[in-house]
C-alpha cells in the first residue's frame, strides 16, 4: 500500500506556457501533500504544503502566483508551473501523507522532470 | 532555523558495513526519517525514529540520540543495489509536520 503517482514524469515545454503536473494517491486518502523542488546533486527542497479544501502553504521564497496549487479531493493535488521560464527547469516530487496514521511518514511520487525550452 | 549535515560521498564494499551520519540543529524537532533515493527517482522511506536508541529493519538500522542531535543510518551486508543516495530528513512545523531534508550522502558500493 501506500503508493503515489506522479504524472506526467517529464515533460519539455517552450518558455511562457504553462504546465499541470498531478500527484494521487492511489490507495490512501491525503488530507496533506507537498511539493518538493530538487536540483541536480542536491538534496529536496520544500515548495509548498498542500491541504485538501484550503490554500497551500508556501515556504518564504516560493511564489505562489507562480506555482498555483490545487488539492480538490483527499486523493489529488495539482501543481501548475505558470508562464514557465528556462529557471524554472528542475525535477518536482510530490508526496502524500496518509490520514489516521500516527507516524509522519512521507510517501513519494515517482517525480516530474520539467525541461523548459 | 534548521541545519542538517551528511557526509557528501561515501565508498564501501560489497557485503561490507557502512554507517552514514546525520547531526542536525532545529527547534521544534518531531522525529527523523532516512529515506533511500536512486538517480532520478523518487526517495523511497528507509526508517523515522522518534525516540533514542536504535531502530533494526533487516539489513537496514537506524539509530537516534536527540540530546546530541545525532542519527546514523546503519547498513549491513552491502549489496551493489544500495549504490544510491541516503537522505537524513528531519520534521518540524508543528500540526504540519514538514520535513527538510539534508543534502543526502551519495554511497558507492564497489565489487
Known amino acids: 500500500g501506500a503508493v503515489v503517482s506522479q504524472h506526467p514524469s517529464r515533460v519539455i515545454c517552450k518558455s511562457g506556457t504553462s504546465v499541470k503536473i498531478e500527484c494521487r494517491s492511489l490507495?490512501?486518502?491525503?488530507?496533506?501533500m507537498f511539493w518538493y523542488r530538487q536540483f541536480p546533486k542536491q538534496s529536496l527542497m520544500l515548495m509548498a504544503t498542500?491541504?485538501?479544501?484550503?490554500?497551500?502553504?508556501?515556504e518564504q521564497g516560493v511564489e505562489k502566483d507562480k506555482f498555483l496549487i490545487n488539492h480538490a479531493s483527499l486523493t489529488l493535488s495539482t501543481l501548475t508551473v505558470t508562464s514557465a521560464h528556462p529557471e524554472d527547469s528542475s525535477f518536482y516530487i510530490c508526496?502524500?501523507?496518509?490520514?489516521?496514521?500516527?507516524?509522519?511518514?512521507?510517501?513519494f511520487g515517482a517525480g516530474t522532470r520539467l525541461s523548459v525550452l | 532555523g534548521q541545519n542538517i549535515d551528511q557526509p557528501t560521498e561515501m565508498t564501501a564494499t560489497e557485503g561490507a558495513i557502512v554507517q552514514i551520519n546525520c547531526t542536525y540543529q532545529?527547534?521544534?524537532?518531531?522525529?527523523l526519517f532516512w529515506y533511500q533515493q536512486h538517480a532520478g527517482e523518487a526517495p523511497t522511506f528507509l526508517s523515522y525514529?522518534?525516540?533514542?536508541g536504535l531502530e533494526e529493519k533487516g539489513r537496514f538500522s537506524s539509530f537516534l540520540s536527540r540530546s546530541k542531535g545525532y542519527s546514523y543510518l546503519l547498513l549491513k551486508e552491502l549489496q551493489m543495489k544500495d549504490s544510491a543516495s541516503y537522505l537524513c530528513?528531519?520534521?518540524?512545523?508543528?500540526?504540519?509536520?514538514?520535513?527538510?531534508f539534508g543534502t543526502g550522502t551519495l554511497l558507492a558500493v564497489q565489487p
Open positions: 490507495d490512501f486518502q491525503a488530507t496533506t
Open positions: 525514529n522518534v525516540l533514542d
Open positions: 530528513a528531519i520534521v518540524y512545523g508543528g500540526a504540519t509536520n514538514k520535513l527538510i
Open positions: 532545529t527547534s521544534g524537532f518531531n522525529g
Open positions: 508526496s502524500a501523507r496518509r490520514n489516521a496514521i500516527a507516524k509522519n511518514i512521507q510517501y
Open positions: 498542500s491541504n485538501e479544501g484550503s490554500k497551500a502553504t508556501y
